[in-house]
């Protein structure tokens, strides 16, 4: 058996051009194999952190999946707000450490824009436990002062010190800007890959001035309230479309999760995000299967590069392989030949593409974490990868017994005799 590894070896390097070719491309398809799936495990990882360090979130009794769409992603609206004074109960909860009231609703230039308080700075957090951070300037700390994520920022060019107009409601029509009450831009938020980046962040009390002179979705005909005028106006909040919960005691979840949801005042719902992102996942199932379904076509296509390769140069090793029968070889050690330069070829392939994945993890990982918020693994394998990797060498020793099975049938006499 060792003498056929040596030999196999020997015949591969004698034919190591050919052979090399068909390593490369069987590398390329291991590493976007492997990138795909590493990508597909990594990006559930990063969706399921797109709000971290937070047990609970509250809203009107919805589904949980769309209770987090429009909280945590602003897919979609709410079927309704929930009540102030709700909030503030839920808040003096003697099990809830912090709440971050949210309030969704209004737009800028096709960006959700969100009203809540100082505390989101301080306990939103996303990926592995982050907290928010400034790019420039400062937090919001007058009325109407917003922070804008880096997405907003780059889009639209905005810097801070400049002025913007929120629309009402997510659409752009005329008469729906409160072109009376600007904001100015007093910090930009650093790039998250969450749906931070794609948010400007004002306070509730200025969500409450700009709708003081506007009822029913409209300007009040006749009512028209300066914007230095509005802080002689009382500006608690009515309502919020929903609110963050961090608990004292996470083991204490479920408890609070049943006392919310059975809530006498209003109707609430209480959700876990963690669970509530992995059913939103689960929706995305076949896309993920599709798209390894086509990484692994293109390995079975490399593969069968492979065949054809070595299946085209038979007839010029005929010679080879006879002399192997002649000096005493087993048909079925000329077949396992065969099997060993394939097992070779597939091995030495994985290798390659495991570090080209690698390469690729390190040189791309901070742009996908910048850009998309998902964090890929540098050199740590997973299990299904490693998986994946004895698939493929498993396949390429399939493959090559197409080849061994021709070799094994080539007789001495015509490897011997020569070719008119």
């Not at 949210?102 to 308080?117: P, Q």
């Not at 910090?187 to 001035?209: F, K, N, S």
């Not at 709708?211 to 914007?227: K, N, S, V, Y």
Request: charged content about 15%; glycine content about 10%; overall charge positive.
């Amino acid at each position: 058996m060792a003498n056929l590894l040596s030999i196999a070896i020997r015949s591969a390097w004698h034919r190591r051009m050919t052979l090399g070719l068909t390593l490369v491309a069987i590398a390329l398809s291991v590493a976007l194999l492997l990138g795909i799936e590493r990508i597909r495990h990594d990006a559930r990882e990063s969706f399921a952190q797109s709000v971290s360090g937070t047990d609970l979130v509250v809203g009107a009794r919805t589904s949980p999946v769309q209770l987090v769409l429009y909280t945590v992603f602003r897919i979609g609206d709410a079927t309704n707000n929930i009540r102030w004074d709700s909030v503030k109960k839920l808040a003096a909860h003697p099990m809830v450490a912090w709440t971050v009231p949210l309030s969704l609703g209004d737009s800028h230039r096709g960006y959700a824009v969100l009203g809540t308080t100082t505390a989101y700075f301080a306990h939103f957090r996303y990926g592995e436990g982050r907290s928010l951070a400034m790019a420039q300037g400062r937090r919001f700390d007058g009325l109407f002062e917003a922070v804008i994520g880096a997405e907003v920022a780059a889009k639209l060019g905005y810097r801070v010190g400049d002025r913007i107009v929120l629309n009402h409601g997510a659409g752009e029509m005329t008469g729906t800007a409160h072109e009376d009450k600007p904001f100015v831009v007093t910090g930009i938020l650093q790039r998250t890959g969450t749906p931070v980046d794609r948010t400007i962040h004002v306070t509730l009390e200025a969500i409450e001035a700009i709708h003081l002179d506007w009822a029913g979705g409209a300007p009040i005909p006749g009512m028209a309230i300066p914007q230095e005028f509005v802080r002689k106006f009382d500006l608690t909040p009515k309502s919020v479309t929903g609110v963050l919960v961090g608990l004292h005691n996470r083991a204490a979840v479920f408890r609070v999760q049943r006392q919310v949801n059975e809530f006498k005042d209003e109707p609430l719902l209480a959700v876990m995000p963690g669970v509530a992102l992995s059913q939103l996942w689960g929706m995305l199932d076949m896309l993920e299967r599709a798209l390894l379904l086509v990484s692994g076509m293109v390995v079975v296509v490399s593969l069968a590069g492979l065949v054809a390769v070595v299946l085209a140069g038979l007839n010029e090793r005929r010679r080879e392989l006879a002399l192997l029968r002649s000096v005493g070889a087993h048909p079925g050690q000329v077949l396992l030949l065969l099997v060993f330069e394939g097992l070779l070829v597939t091995a030495g392939a994985s290798v390659l593409g495991i570090g080209l994945l690698a390469a690729a993890s390190v040189l791309l990982g901070p742009l996908t974490e910048a850009h998309f918020g998902i964090g890929l693994r540098t050199l740590a394998m997973s299990a299904d990868e490693w998986k994946l990797v004895g698939a493929v060498i498993a396949a390429g020793m399939a493959a090559s017994i197409v080849p061994g099975l021709r070799a094994y049938r080539l007789s001495l006499a015509d490897g011997l005799s020569p070719r008119q």
